[in-house]
Nanobody
């Protein structure tokens, strides 16, 4: 099993920045994808950004140019640098870990963008 622990959420004004971190532990595969999904109130969970263990990235169109995903394979940690935040970025952000045969989710961290 894989356990994910997130940190870095909070309240920020529009135009501000936040950095999320997610550390994975347990039975980590050398080949995996990690990243972030988010869920706003009343909406379905949606992809924000993913990065493979080889460094290939995928972003939702709504965050391209504003968010940057990165990872430290030695620490089994993924980061999400969120810049130029907008109110519509508000939601619970969930860390994701996936391999071909299983996935794991973090407990979620709240991000609120409001003045």
């Amino acid at each position: 099993q894989v356990q994910l622990v997130e940190s870095g959420g909070g309240l920020v004004q529009p135009g501000g920045s936040l950095r999320l971190s997610c550390a994975a532990s347990g039975s980590i595969s050398s080949f995996n994808a990690m990243g972030w999904y988010r869920q706003a109130p009343g909406k379905e969970r949606e992809l924000v950004a993913l990065i493979t263990s080889g460094g290939v990235t995928n972003y939702a169109d709504s965050v391209k140019g504003r968010f940057i995903i990165s990872r430290d394979n030695g620490k089994n940690t993924v980061y999400l640098q969120m810049n130029s935040l907008k109110p519509e970025d508000t939601g619970v952000y969930y860390c994701y870990y996936g391999v071909t045969y299983s996935v794991a989710w973090g407990q979620g961290t709240q991000v609120t963008v409001s003045s």
